[in-house]
């Protein structure tokens, strides 16, 4: 079956995908933004900020993982034009860009004066304004994270001035900015301290996980030559460590580049990453064969050699079906013996596909306010593979939060630029000083312009707004999958068909109903919730199954029903007149009443509870009256009896079916929903109900924040087939009412927090609201 649902839908395309993405190198966070712009110069950054009423993300390399850049519908700043060396002094040291210049345009600046970078990553892609943001660090003895050689900083605040902050001027919006994500406003300059560039040789050594801290005590920590190491973990045992070390020499180099040459293509380093994370022993052979040849030469080059490689050599060729991503976690030098059989034992447990583990050191941070670095650490950066679907991103939170337990076990924390799988209290933990880095931005930030998906998660600007998230958390049955609420659309289509056959009943022969053009809507409309949730979501194998039952036999049901009644049923109907049921014709009258409540009832239940037997019962005691076509009458009595047994039988065999496949469902959903501004948690009932109590909730004032753990819902409206909504919301798909002359269903995708809004206009503008579609 799940072979059948994917060929007939392998060419459907994903539609109605913003054209303004901005996404990260990981590629699986997406974000809508309203406009990327590129500033280059400080008064147009003042310009925007205090111009743009809405919200404003900040955005650089885009190497921060897990939406960090932006968020729905903001103003995103895209910092890479902004990107001059503002002055430099080879003498004192110091140099002063703009947060958009690289670090390779930055090294490549202040080679020829024999200087180099004190702090940065490995890697030389990423926009210094990036690395402060997230403070980053590498691989450098004797340093820690870049806070430490920032000698100040200019920043853009929420009302568009330009404040100096270092130390010791505006010591607390210094504090706050390093580390702070672009929470507080846009870092527009840095003046960094720059140190001696010098040759280095490397050392390696393998040794017992178990022997690594005592070795890096007595033989790298205090050594004053040394520049850079790191300690890289071989996966999947975790038990031995590569130690390399990078020490002072004046041996002549053995590499005559001063920074690493840029290449065009990686293509051996892509086949050696797809080697160890895709074949049989790929890992086990990396540290038995490959790492023993890497390393077999003695190796010395310039220190900024060392500092300048490219990230591109970790790339793949592509991310469509796998990604790479980091994580990161900081514990205190001595607790390193405590934490690794933890992370050791998770990433096991749970088959993590690690490529590497490379331990490093830093010191304790100076200050800021969001420091990863409390004092002096350990940090392990763990590189691991992932696909892109929704189950792989799920099973990785699920590790992810059981290390975070682990490193806040022992008084660490974890870094924030990668995927956000921890809870508030897991980051409450790890950030103790996040309440007064809130508080900050609060003061500085009063209208929340600055945000993105990280702050989205963790900062609530009512700070009552902290109590009902961590709640809602608590909850175990208070997430469901965002996905449903486009796979209910085929389903409730089915509804409004048989709402609409009831109807037409009412006022015209059955043989004039269009059976066929039903069938080509529901598929039309089954057509495009697949090409909405294809790649947006995990392929929900159960509900396609369902779907695809339910409509082969609503399929089935209508093709046998249009033939019937356009051949025998029309012959009969001859004979009645080519009439609607009258008072007399009480059988044509019963199959129209049946078709009214079955209606009404799928609206509240599933079809296959309907009691059609007693339906079947009841309807054999029905008498026509006298002046009635006997032929008709007879014909009805049959076609009628036959249609009720056969869906009392086949409705019970789908009731079997259904417990034995499916959890029982439930019939509330919880809401986090504000009332005249103020947040509650409210629970709402399920189906047709829910669509009757959102509007009710919102004319008291409410409005919502999240239904059911999601961000946006589907609702359908009926307006004339006149009306254009191409400006005014996200058109799933609109369908014209086959029974309904010059009307026409619209199916809006909603943002939650602009879903009162959008009832209220349409209210206004005399659209009916037919469904809004629960998950």
């Known amino acids: 079956m799940k072979k059948l649902i994917l060929l007939l839908f392998v060419f459907v395309n994903s539609a109605f995908a913003n054209p303004t993405i901005v996404n990260d190198v990981t590629q699986i966070n997406p974000i809508a933004v309203d406009q990327v712009v590129a500033p280059t110069n400080i008064g147009e950054i003042q310009d925007l900020v205090q111009k743009h009423p809405g919200p404003i993300s900040i955005g650089g390399g885009r190497f921060s993982m897990g939406g960090q850049i932006a968020t729905e519908n903001a103003l995103f700043i895209d910092t890479r034009e902004f990107n001059r060396i503002l002055s430099f002094d080879p003498k004192t040291r110091l140099i002063t860009v703009e947060p958009g210049i690289t670090w390779r345009k930055l090294q490549e600046a202040i080679d020829p004066f024999d200087l180099s970078v004190q702090i940065k990553q490995t890697y030389s892609n990423f926009t210094v304004g990036g690395s402060l943001s997230v403070n980053a660090h590498g691989r450098y003895v004797g340093y820690g994270p870049i806070i430490l050689s920032t000698r100040s900083i200019k920043v853009v605040l929420s009302d568009g001035k330009v404040v100096t902050a270092s130390p010791k001027e505006n010591s607390e919006i210094f504090y706050g900015c390093i580390g702070g994500y672009g929470g507080l406003g846009v870092i527009v300059e840095v003046t960094l301290e720059l140190t001696e560039n010098k040759r280095v040789k490397r050392f390696v050594k393998k040794l017992p996980i178990t022997d690594y801290k005592k070795f890096f005590f007595e033989n790298v920590r205090n050594d004053p030559?040394?520049?850079?190491?790191?300690?890289?973990?071989?996966?999947?045992?975790?038990e031995n460590v590569n130690a390399v070390t990078w020490v002072e020499t004046?041996?002549?180099?053995?590499?005559?580049?001063?920074?690493?040459?840029?290449?065009?293509?990686?293509?051996l380093e892509n086949l050696i990453y797809f080697w160890l994370t895709e074949l049989p022993y790929g890992k086990e052979l990396r540290e038995a064969v490959l790492d023993p040849l890497y390393y077999r030469k003695d190796r010395i080059v310039w220190r900024n050699y060392e500092a300048s490689y490219d990230v591109q050599e970790l790339e793949p060729p592509t991310r469509r079906i796998s990604t790479y991503v980091l994580q990161e976690y900081f514990v205190p030098v001595e607790k390193f013996d405590e934490f690794y059989p933890l992370m050791r034992s998770i990433l096991q447990k749970h088959d993590a596909n690690v490529m590497n583990i490379s331990i490093r050191h830093a010191k304790q941070d100076s200050g800021s306010?969001?420091?990863?670095?409390?004092?002096?650490?350990?940090?392990?950066?763990?590189y691991y593979k992932q696909r892109v679907y929704e189950s792989a991103k799920k099973e990785v939170g699920i590790w992810t939060r059981e290390l975070i337990d682990a490193v806040v076990s022992v008084g660490g924390a974890y870094y924030l630029p990668y995927q956000l799988h921890?809870?508030?209290?897991?980051?409450?933990?790890?950030?103790?000083?996040?309440?007064?880095?809130?508080?900050?931005?609060?003061?500085?930030?009063?209208?929340?312009?600055?945000?993105?998906k990280l702050w989205d998660k963790y900062y609530f600007h009512n700070p009552d707004d902290r109590k009902i998230r961590q709640e809602l958390d608590s909850l175990n049955d208070y997430i469901r999958n965002e996905d449903q609420t486009f796979l209910t659309l085929p389903e409730w289509y089915i509804v409004f068909s048989s709402d609409e056959y009831a109807d037409f009943l009412k006022r015209s022969p059955p043989s004039a109903f269009p059976y066929f053009g039903s069938i080509a809507q529901f598929w039309k409309i089954y057509g495009r919730v697949i090409g909405k949730t294809w790649s947006s979501y995990e392929f929900n194998w159960g509900y396609h199954l369902m779907i695809n039952v339910i409509g082969v036999s609503y399929s089935a049901e209508l093709l046998i029903k249009g033939l019937y009644e356009n051949s025998i049923g029309r012959i009969t109907e001859v004979f009645s007149g080519n009439k609607a049921p009258n008072a007399e014709m009480k059988v044509e009258a019963y199959m129209q009443k049946v078709a009214k409540e079955y209606t009404d009832f799928v609206r509240l239940r599933p079809w296959y509870e309907y009691p059609f037997y007693s339906k079947f019962k009841e309807f054999w005691q029905i008498e026509d009256g006298e002046?009635?076509?006997?032929?008709?009458?007879?014909?009805?009595?049959?076609?009628f009896s036959t249609e009720l047994l056969a869906k009392a039988i086949y409705g019970k065999l789908i009731g079997i079916g259904t417990e034995g496949v499916y959890a029982p469902e439930t019939f509330e959903i919880k809401a986090w929903a504000k009332e005249n501004g103020k947040s509650k948690i409210i629970s709402i009932p399920r189906y047709e109900a829910f669509t009757q109590a959102?509007?009710?909730?919102?004319?008291?004032?409410?409005?919502?924040?999240?239904?059911?753990?999601?961000?946006?819902?589907?609702?359908?409206?009926?307006?004339?087939?006149?009306?254009?909504?191409?400006?005014?919301g996200t058109i799933l798909y609109?369908?014209?009412?086959?029974?309904?002359?010059?009307?026409?269903?619209?199916?809006?995708?909603?943002?939650?927090?602009?879903?009162?809004?959008?009832?209220?206009?349409?209210?206004?503008?005399?659209y009916q609201l037919d469904h809004i579609f629960d998950y």
Do not use: M
């Open 694 to 728: 959102v509007p009710e909730l919102i004319a008291k004032n409410n409005s919502f924040v999240e239904i059911a753990g999601n961000r946006q819902i589907l609702l359908t409206l009926r307006v004339p087939a006149d009306v254009d909504f191409k400006n005014s």
């Open 369 to 382: 306010y969001l420091a990863w670095g409390k004092k002096e650490v350990f940090s392990f950066v763990v």
């Open 734 to 766: 609109e369908w014209e009412i086959l029974t309904v002359p010059n009307r026409k269903r619209v199916a809006l995708i909603a943002p939650v927090l602009k879903l009162h809004e959008i009832l209220i206009n349409a209210d206004k503008n005399g």
């Open 225 to 238: 030559k040394a520049q850079f190491h790191n300690g890289d973990i071989y996966p999947p045992a975790y």
């Open 422 to 452: 921890a809870t508030v209290s897991q980051f409450e933990k790890a950030y103790p000083n996040s309440e007064r880095f809130f508080a900050l931005k609060r003061k500085l930030d009063p209208r929340y312009k600055f945000r993105n």
């Open 627 to 639: 002046n009635t076509s006997w032929v008709r009458r007879c014909e009805r009595r049959i076609f």
């Open 250 to 267: 004046e041996e002549p180099v053995t590499v005559q580049d001063k920074i690493v040459p840029i290449k065009e293509s990686y293509w």
